[in-house]
């Protein structure tokens, strides 16, 4: 048994963690970092797939829609940005290496209409590059003040990628709600930060039906409900629907086997008691 993963994938519904072993990795001889900026979603979202199918080894490909880079823009003060779909980039390797593969996602990101390409290597200017992502869930919150915000996250295979992230920004626009998309992409995942009026009920649920849509439509593209939140409450129909009620029941049998008195964030992660099937 993979005994690590099956207690850290569990959100704490089956143990505590008192300890742990961190194991270190050497830092790369270079870090390069890179920003590109496009005229679509689409177009962006196909450059990290070619990025991805060519195998080019890209240690972190994050990517900032046009509502978040707003957000962004306003909330950071970024200078030399427009509002428009953003890749951010980084490389590690040797110096060679790191701008090979600069130059080679420059490329790929120009065939699809990219621009504005740009990619440092000194630490100020890779952090100043890097301020727009690091601030963007405080960007979001000043986007509406008084407004509350809650994330949902979905990550499906790289070649449903764009599919799934036009689909969802089609039912955020079709339902008039404000909600950006950041999505660590390089492994199809990606995040949806839902705002809404908390005195407008309404409002609060055309949020949840959009986060179960998302989960939905991630599970019907053969990814899965979640690729870091975790399935928490909410997303406990999501799980069922994703594995079937035959894999969420070994998994009570695991949660009884370990927590007995069920004293382990209960009502989380796991559906203890199968739903009634309508009788005909």
């Known amino acids: 048994y993979d005994l690590t ?19 270190l990795y050497g ?3 270079s870090i390069t970092a890179a920003v590109c900026q496009f005229p679509d979603l689409a177009s962006a979202t196909h450059t990290v ?10 240690a972190r490909i994050e990517l900032l829609d046009d509502v978040q880079m707003d957000a962004c823009i306003r909330y950071s003060k970024l200078e030399g940005f427009d509002v428009r779909p953003t890749l951010f980039f980084e490389f590690h390797g040797t110096t060679a290496s790191t701008q090979e593969q ?3 996602m420059q490329q790929i990101a120009a065939d699809y209409g990219g621009s504005a390409f740009r990619w440092a290597s000194a630490t100020e200017e890779r952090t100043k590059m890097w301020k727009a992502r690091h601030n963007a869930y405080y960007a979001v919150l000043a986007l509406k003040p008084g407004y509350q915000a809650f994330a949902t996250d979905a990550c499906v295979p790289i070649s449903r990628l764009a599919d799934c992230l036009l689909e969802t ?15 660590h992409v390089g492994d199809g995942n990606f995040h949806l930060v839902l705002l809404f009026d908390p ?23 053969g990814g899965t409900c ?3 939140h975790g399935v928490g409450m909410h997303k406990l129909d999501a799980l069922v629907a994703e594995h079937g009620e035959d894999a ?10 370990l927590d007995p008195l069920d004293i382990l964030n209960p009502g989380k992660t796991v559906p203890m008691h199968a739903k009634s099937q309508p009788h005909d």
């Open 102 to 104: 600069a130059e080679l």
């Open 27 to 29: 830092l790369p001889e």
């Open 226 to 228: 979640t690729g870091e």
């Open 199 to 221: 005195k407008d009920p309404v409002q609060r649920q055309k949020a949840e039906a959009i986060a179960q849509r998302v989960s939905a439509r991630a599970i019907s593209m």
């Open 49 to 58: 797939i070619t990025a991805m199918q060519m195998s080019i080894p890209v």
């Open 169 to 183: 920004r089609a039912d955020v626009d079709r339902e008039g709600m404000t909600a950006p998309i950041v999505g």
């Open 248 to 257: 969420v029941e070994l998994m009570r049998k695991i949660k009884r086997a």
């Open 5 to 23: 993963r099956l207690y850290v994938g569990s959100e704490g519904t089956l143990g505590i963690i008192t300890e742990i072993q961190l194991r």
